[in-house]
């Protein structure tokens, strides 16, 4: 069971390093440069919020119930919400909506912490019940999958006794999400042949599921009433630009980087200064990434970079959440590639089948083996640029958190875009190939699961062409996972392989009207939307301004990340 200071996830001295990181403003990144990849698996950015803005931060506190009947009353839990915070604020006296936010963290930590020590033995979760491989592995991954749930969690509430709101809504947000995602996908890893397994899964986590959906809802509120507050601000300010972040310089690299990270950011050619080469010829110091990754120092401030010289690596190969600022080099997509098989059919979950490779991701595992990642990322402000992402069934895995990719190349089949992360995709080309017999293509499968997460596809200025003969196959840009499920497609040019109904339902004849999917600008023989399928959730017509919000400047605030990367990306429409 997970002490109450810590959940049993962070020590204070690892909370001191992350708070240290906190200040000094570092982002990890996930990168492949025509042969770059900096890889940050599992690790989120920390940066401190609070919530004082406004009249939230003067004048007299309101009386106790009406104050924390305020805050519930924008939940969609509104029972849990009540009884978990009323009695904390009656012994505590705090009753501000700052107060009450860093307090519904606290008890959803405290809620997941538990559950998650359900999970510690097997006997609990299965009533001691004889179970098949399959359901076993399910469990090792929710035992991972919790455990960055509680990281989320406490990176949150670390944050939460800041005074800066303003700038930090989003990222507290992005966390809350995360951590949402991360439990639904434990309960997700369990198929219905599961039956009775599943539902004491989603039992168990039926709890700290609503705690931090209530958390992510009262962030949500307070962030629109700081929005306003500062639009206002902002008005009434002569030089507004110099307050949007614009000191970050129009091609610089913060002056927050240290000197010698902004002279390797910036370098042309990042394999000259590697700290580690690694080469199947025996010409490195390493054969394996593995063997390479294992020299990375644990939670270092420092990059560090590897050399993949061009070969086929076969190696199924993990990023740990605490090898941080790792940067790989290669020889190009197509030149450094990693390969791998774990599938699904086999007994591997689909959270575990992610393979790591810097310019190449391919699962060889084929049509037949059902969801075979190529590449998952978990990691908060991701960066992959000129990849190559190669797979059949469930590709491409963008778990979680922000992430961004660039001029890279995505073969699949069926929902080969798919996760709950708030993903832009900008000038990649996105390549459905021939599936097994009798299936149908289908490019997304977006897991939004509560309406005040802020994630979902967004895919810009890409290219949707057929990787092969599709003449008698149908494509379709996306299928509902989850009830939010949100896609949009914005000035892309979509083939003639694009089936007029555009989209596809989950089951049955329609999809929730909870969906948002949209269509901008796109061109070429698949775009017609004439015929597309008339659902409530899908917007045909949408405006420029709402567009807009789907940007990397808008949706994943990629102005503050990306140009770090030094990688060529536009902001805007």
């Known amino acids: 069971m997970a002490s109450t200071k810590a959940y049993g996830k962070i020590s204070d001295a690892e909370q001191a ?12 990144i996930v990168i492949s440069l025509s042969s770059i990849v900096l890889v940050a698996i599992g690790v989120a950015a920390v940066v401190g919020t609070s919530v004082h803005a406004n009249n939230m931060s003067s004048g007299k506190p309101r009386p106790l119930s009406t104050s924390v009947k305020a ?7 509104k029972d849990s919400c009540l009884s978990s915070l009323a009695p904390r604020a009656n012994s505590s006296g705090q009753v501000r909506p700052g107060d009450l936010f860093k307090l519904s963290i606290q008890v959803a930590l405290e809620e997941l912490a538990k559950a998650a020590g ?34 989320h969690l406490n990176s949150s509430l670390s944050s939460s006794d800041a005074s800066n709101v303003l700038n930090s809504g989003d990222d507290l947000r992005t966390w809350l999400s995360a951590a949402g995602t991360c439990q639904q996908t434990c309960i997700d890893g369990f198929d219905e042949s599961a039956g009775a397994i599943k539902e004491n899964v989603a039992s168990y986590l039926r709890n700290s599921g609503e705690l931090i959906s209530n958390s992510l809802a009262i962030i949500t509120w307070i962030s629109s009433i700081t929005s306003s507050f500062k639009l206002r601000r902002l008005m009434s300010m002569p030089h507004p630009s110099h307050h949007l972040g614009h000191h970050l310089g129009h091609h610089k690299v913060p002056k927050w980087v240290h000197r ?31 063997a390479a990754l294992n020299a990375v120092p644990d939670k270092s401030n420092n990059t560090f970079v590897i050399y993949v010289k061009k070969g086929v690596y076969s190696e199924n190969v993990r990023v740990e959440k605490s090898k941080w ?3 790989m080099v290669g020889d190009g997509m197509d030149a450094t ?20 490779g810097d310019m190449g991701f391919r699962n060889t595992a084929g049509p037949a083996k059902h969801q075979a990642v190529a590449l998952m990322s978990t990691a908060d402000q991701s960066i992959f640029y000129r990849c190559r992402i190669d797979a059949f069934q469930d590709s491409l895995y963008a778990h979680s958190n922000r992430q961004f990719y660039r001029d890279c190349n995505i073969y699949g089949t069926i929902d080969f875009i798919f996760g709950n992360s708030a993903v832009v995709f900008q000038n990649c080309n996105i390549l459905p190939r021939t599936p097994m017999l009798g299936q149908q293509n289908t490019i997304t499968a977006q897991g939004k699961i509560d309406p005040n997460q802020n994630t979902g596809i967004s895919i810009q200025n890409c290219t949707i062409w057929p990787a092969g003969n599709l003449t008698n196959v149908q494509t379709f840009l996306g299928r509902p996972w989850k009830n939010y499920s949100t896609t949009v497609y914005m000035r892309s040019m979509m083939s003639n392989i694009i089936s007029p109904n555009g989209w596809l339902p989950w ?67």
């Open 17 to 28: 390093m992350l708070d240290a990181r906190r200040c000094t403003q570092k982002r990890t």
């Open 71 to 77: 805050v519930c009353d924008v939940t969609l839990y």
């Open 337 to 356: 590639l990693v390969t791998g098989s774990l599938n699904f059919i086999d007994g591997t979950p689909t959270f575990k089948t992610a393979t790591f």
């Open 325 to 327: 600022n790792v940067m």
């Open 507 to 573: 089951v049955g004849n329609s999809a929730p009207d909870t969906i948002y999917y949209a269509e901008f600008q796109n061109y070429g023989p698949g775009s017609n939307t004439k015929s597309r399928v008339k659902w409530n959730g899908l917007k045909l017509n949408l405006s420029t301004n709402e567009a807009s919000k789907f940007t990397v400047k808008s949706f994943i605030k990629g102005d503050k990340w990306i140009k770090l990367a030094n990688v060529t990306y536009n902001p805007n429409l």
């Open 260 to 290: 010698k990270e902004r002279e390797l950011l910036q370098s042309s050619d990042l394999r000259k200064k590697a700290n580690a080469v690694m080469a199947k010829d025996g010409s490195g110091k390493y054969k394996t990434i593995g």
């Open 118 to 151: 359900y999970f510690s033995e097997q006997g609990t979760i299965f009533n001691n019940t004889m179970v098949n491989e399959t359901a076993s592995a399910a469990l090792e991954s929710c035992r991972e999958l919790l455990g960055l749930a509680l990281d």
